[in-house]
C-alpha cells in the first residue's frame, strides 16, 4: 500500500535555528511529492513540490526539501526558523489510479513550535 | 482570484439532523476533492471528482454522506442523518487537472453535532 509517514507528531526549535521535518514515502513508480503548511484555522497551502530533477527542491517562505531516494524520503528544511513558522506541516505524495487520475495521500503532519 | 469558497464556515447541529456544506472551486480548476479533518485520524481523502463526475468515493464512511458537482463552479457534501462522531473540520479543494498535486484548500466547515 502507498503510504506517507512524518515520524515526529511535534517538532521544536529555538527561533533562529535550522529545522528539519522529517518524512518518508512508500508510493510505486516515480515520486512525487509535495510539502503542505497549514496555520489555525486555516486551510492547507501549497508550499513545494519534488517532480524530477534537481534533489533539493525550494519553496515559499524560505522553506527547502531534500529529496532522497535510496532513503525514501523528502525532509522539508529551512537554515533559520522564524517564530511565524509555528504550524502544522503535511507531507505528501501522488497516487496516480490510472488513465491520469490520481490524488494526495497525506502524512499525519508534524506540529513545528519555534520558540523566540 | 477569490480562491476556494466554503460555506457555512461554521455549524452546529443536533444529532439526526441533515447537514450540507458547500463549495465553490476556483474557476478553471477541473478537480475537486472533499477532505476531513479530525484531531484522530489527520487528514481524510473522502471523494473526488475530475470535471464534475466522482473518481473515487472510497473515503466516504458510510452511506450517510453524499456529494455532488452539478457543474463546474459547485459541488455540495451532504450528511444525513448526522451523528456526534461526525464533528470535524470538512476542506475542500481544488486543482487544475488531476494529475497537478497542486491543491487549493479553502478555509474549510467547521461542523460540531451534539
Known amino acids: 500500500a502507498q503510504s506517507v509517514a512524518q515520524p515526529e507528531d511535534q517538532v521544536n526549535v529555538a527561533e533562529g535555528n535550522p529545522l528539519t521535518v522529517k518524512c518518508t514515502y512508500s508510493?510505486?513508480?516515480?515520486?512525487?511529492l509535495f510539502w503542505y503548511v497549514q496555520y489555525p484555522n486555516r486551510g492547507l497551502q501549497f508550499l513545494l513540490k519534488y517532480i524530477t530533477g534537481d534533489n533539493l527542491v525550494k519553496g515559499s517562505y524560505g522553506f527547502e526539501a531534500e529529496f532522497n531516494k535510496s532513503q525514501t524520503s523528502f525532509h522539508l528544511k529551512k537554515p533559520s526558523a522564524l517564530v511565524s513558522d509555528s504550524a502544522l506541516y503535511f507531507c505528501?505524495?501522488?497516487?496516480?489510479?490510472?488513465?491520469?487520475?490520481?490524488?494526495?495521500?497525506f502524512g499525519k503532519g508534524t506540529k513545528l513550535s519555534v520558540k523566540p | 482570484d477569490a480562491g476556494v469558497i466554503q460555506s457555512p464556515r461554521h455549524e452546529v447541529t443536533e444529532m439526526g439532523q441533515e447537514v450540507t456544506l458547500r463549495c465553490k472551486p476556483i474557476s478553471g480548476h477541473n478537480s475537486l476533492f472533499w477532505y476531513r479533518q479530525t484531531m484522530m485520524r489527520g487528514l481524510e481523502l473522502l471523494i473526488y471528482?475530475?470535471?464534475?463526475?466522482?473518481?473515487?468515493d472510497s473515503g466516504m464512511p458510510e452511506d450517510r454522506f453524499s456529494a455532488k458537482m452539478p457543474n463546474a463552479s459547485f459541488s455540495t457534501l451532504k450528511i444525513q442523518p448526522s451523528e456526534p462522531r461526525d464533528s470535524a473540520v470538512y476542506f475542500c479543494?481544488?486543482?487544475?487537472?488531476?494529475?497537478?498535486?497542486?491543491?487549493?484548500f479553502g478555509e474549510g466547515s467547521r461542523l460540531t453535532v451534539l
Open positions: 471528482f475530475n470535471n464534475n463526475v466522482p473518481i473515487d
Open positions: 508510493v510505486s513508480g516515480n515520486p512525487y
Open positions: 479543494a481544488s486543482s487544475k487537472t488531476s494529475r497537478s498535486g497542486e491543491l487549493f
Open positions: 505528501a505524495a501522488f497516487r496516480e489510479y490510472g488513465g491520469s487520475q490520481g490524488n494526495l495521500i
